[in-house]
Every structure is written in C-alpha cells, then in structure tokens.
C-alpha cells in the first residue's frame, strides 16, 4: 500500500477555527455500538490485554494513516468504562494519541432500547468523570458527551448538554463536541445556543434518511444542516456503500449515492469542515455479507497481525479529497 505523509496533528483548537484538521474514521464495533454490554470494536477481544489492544490498534492505524487519516473516533458507553475492561481499551486511545493521532471519544446510549435518551444519569456522569480524569488535560482526545440524542427535544438536549457541561469542568469546551439534534442531524437550534458557545459540533448526514436527491438537492440540503456553524462543525458520521462498485469519481449525477457522496466531500472541503467516515470497519452487518457495505475497508488476518484493505478506491479518494488531501 502506498504511504501517504501525514501532517503533523495541532493540539486543542479553538472552535471557532476551520475543523479540517480532523481526518478521521469511526473504529466501530461489529453489529453497531449500540450495545447492552461493553463495546469491543471490530478486531478486538473482550479478553485482549491493553498490550494486545495496543498492539492492534496499531497495526489498524498503520493502514488508516497510509489513507491520510489522523483521527479516530471510539465509542464508549457505561458498561465499557465501569470494570476492567476499560484499562485494556484505553490501549486503543494511547496507541492512537502516541501516534499523534487526534481521538474523538463520543458516548452510546446503554441499547437501542434506551431511545436515544441517557436512562441512568448516575452511571453516566460517573462514566465521563472517569474519562475526564484520564484524558481531560490531554490536548489529543476530544469528548462528545452523547451520539444521537435523539430521545430529547431540541430543548430538552440543549439543556442536557448545558448541564454537563457545568457538572464536567475539567473538560476543556474547545475539545467537546456536543451533537445536533435528532439523529445529530441538524446543528442550527445548537449553534444558535450561547450557552454552548466555545463548542465544537458534530453532524451526521446520511443518504438513507433522506430519499433521493440530485448532487445540488443533497448540496443544499446539508449546508442547510449546518447553519451559520461550519466553522464549529465536525461530520462526525457519514458514508456510503463501498463493496458494489460504485464510482464516486463519476460527476454523471445518475446515481444517488454518488451524488451524495459527492456533494458532501465538495462541501466539507470548500467550507474546511473535518469529519470522520463511518465507519473503518465494524458497524451493521449488511444482509448477509457479514460486514457493513458501507465499511471504508476490509478486516484480514489474525492475533495483533491485522491488516485493512480498502473496499473502493474511488470512494477513498473521494474521502480524501473531503479532507482537503
């Protein structure tokens, strides 16, 4: 695989800077994140010491950066981070932030059955205590207090987001990313909210929500999301099929998913907005592939001799190109 230089990573920014400094990938675990139990992403084990997830971690990391990646985003949930499962994960961090990786580190709901709401907010805040202690002062690694909030109305996770924000003061605002509403689908009522002001945001923008559009329809539809805040906005998830072959270097604009894909890459890049593609590998087995077809690459090998191999090389280059690269 042919080695792309990656720039060296800035530390904490501030947020009302361009985010393109995130290039990044969602590291997640196969069947989703959204889990009852701990979260063990794809290629890991329940049973791998933190040398063992070092070890891999780094060994997926390797081929992420030969794509230009310098971030990663891995999910956490309360079940992760209450035993000690959590001292073996955190292997996963360090190796990312000993490469001088950024790492975004945002919380799922306990279960799908929880409804996109926190249901225990005493384990909840323990769990961010926890992780404020270990990473708070560490400029690599940025907190997303809650994937999805879709449980809450818009002033209901608004409110949520103020008061852990006021509860967690050892988390530095310019490293938090508190998420749009709904599905973190739409950043307007949050940027609007001064009491968020010194946030980064996340965004996530899929087709499959939204039908059918031509590449402006998809354009417009996405700048609309993001507001008056693309200078504060990550897309923190996004991403298309990438095991059928589709060309996303085509501009024909008949296909949708390549419309799509396009439009968001040509918009994150004239607007220097970061992101992170979902996901890297793990995520919703597709029928019966075994494997999300959206994944960016393919799992191979075994013990701490991982590697990845990428699905579609158009859309790597479309992704890339999102980055600015």
């Given at each position: 695989?042919?080695?792309?230089?990656?720039?060296?990573?800035?530390?904490?920014?501030?947020?009302?800077?361009?985010?393109?400094?995130?290039?990044?990938?969602?590291?997640?675990?196969?069947?989703?994140?959204?889990t009852t139990?701990?979260?063990?992403?794809?290629?890991?084990?329940?049973?791998?010491?933190?040398?063992?997830?070092?070890?891999?971690?780094?060994?997926?990391?390797d081929?992420?950066?030969?794509?230009?990646?310098?971030?990663?985003?891995?999910?956490?949930?309360?079940?992760?981070?209450?035993?000690?499962?959590?001292?073996?994960?955190?292997?996963a961090?360090?190796?990312?932030?000993?490469?001088?990786?950024?790492?975004?580190?945002?919380?799922?709901?306990?279960?799908?059955?929880?409804?996109?709401?926190?249901?225990?907010?005493?384990?909840?805040?323990?769990?961010?205590?926890t992780?404020?202690?270990?990473?708070?002062?560490?400029s690599?690694?940025?907190?997303?207090?809650?994937?999805?909030?879709?449980?809450?109305?818009?002033?209901?996770?608004?409110?949520?987001?103020?008061?852990?924000?006021?509860?967690?003061?050892?988390?530095?605002?310019?490293?938090?990313?508190i998420?749009?509403?709904?599905?973190?689908?739409?950043?307007?009522?949050?940027?609007?909210?001064?009491?968020?002001?010194?946030?980064?945001?996340?965004?996530?923008?899929?087709?499959?929500?939204?039908?059918?559009?031509?590449?402006?329809?998809?354009?417009?539809?996405?700048?609309?999301?993001?507001?008056?805040?693309?200078?504060?906005a990550?897309?923190?998830?996004?991403?298309?099929?990438?095991?059928?072959?589709?060309?996303?270097?085509?501009?024909?604009?008949?296909?949708?998913?390549?419309?799509?894909?396009?439009?968001?890459?040509?918009?994150?890049?004239?607007?220097?907005?970061?992101?992170?593609?979902?996901?890297?590998?793990?995520?919703?087995?597709?029928?019966?592939?075994?494997?999300?077809?959206?994944?960016?690459?393919?799992?191979?090998?075994?013990?701490?001799?991982?590697?990845?191999?990428?699905?579609?090389?158009?859309?790597?280059?479309?992704?890339?190109?999102?980055?600015?690269?």
């Amino acid at each position: 695989m042919l080695l792309i230089p990656v720039a060296a990573v800035e530390g904490a920014t501030p947020a009302n800077a361009a985010t393109n400094q995130f290039r990044g990938m969602n590291w997640a675990r196969q069947g989703d994140n959204f889990t009852t139990g701990r979260l063990v992403p794809h290629g890991l084990s329940i049973n791998d010491s933190n040398a063992t997830v070092r070890a891999k971690a780094n060994a997926l990391y390797d081929d992420m950066a030969a794509m230009g990646v310098n971030t990663v985003r891995l999910p956490i949930n309360t079940h992760t981070v209450a035993d000690g499962w959590w001292n073996n994960y955190r292997g996963a961090i360090d190796a990312a932030t000993g490469r001088g990786f950024n790492v975004i580190l945002a919380y799922w709901e306990d279960g799908a059955a929880s409804g996109g709401r926190v249901t225990n907010s005493s384990a909840f805040h323990s769990m961010w205590t926890t992780v404020i202690n270990a990473y708070g002062g560490n400029s690599r690694v940025y907190l997303e207090p809650m994937n999805e909030p879709h449980g809450y109305s818009s002033q209901e996770w608004r409110d949520v987001a103020v008061r852990w924000l006021d509860r967690h003061t050892g988390a530095n605002r310019g490293r938090v990313l508190i998420g749009g509403t709904g599905y973190s689908q739409d950043l307007r009522d949050v940027c609007n909210d001064s009491r968020l002001n010194g946030t980064l945001l996340s965004i996530h923008h899929y087709a499959f929500m939204y039908g059918t559009k031509d590449y402006w329809g998809w354009r417009n539809h996405f700048e609309e999301r993001l507001g008056n805040c693309s200078s504060r906005a990550v897309l923190t998830e996004f991403g298309a099929p990438m095991d059928n072959g589709l060309n996303y270097g085509s501009n024909a604009g008949t296909e949708n998913f390549v419309n799509y894909i396009r439009a968001i890459t040509d918009t994150t890049r004239s607007r220097s907005i970061g992101g992170a593609y979902w996901p890297a590998t793990g995520g919703k087995p597709t029928g019966s592939s075994g494997y999300d077809w959206y994944s960016m690459f393919s799992l191979s090998g075994s013990g701490t001799n991982l590697n990845l191999s990428v699905r579609n090389n158009s859309g790597r280059d479309r992704v890339r190109y999102g980055w600015g690269l």
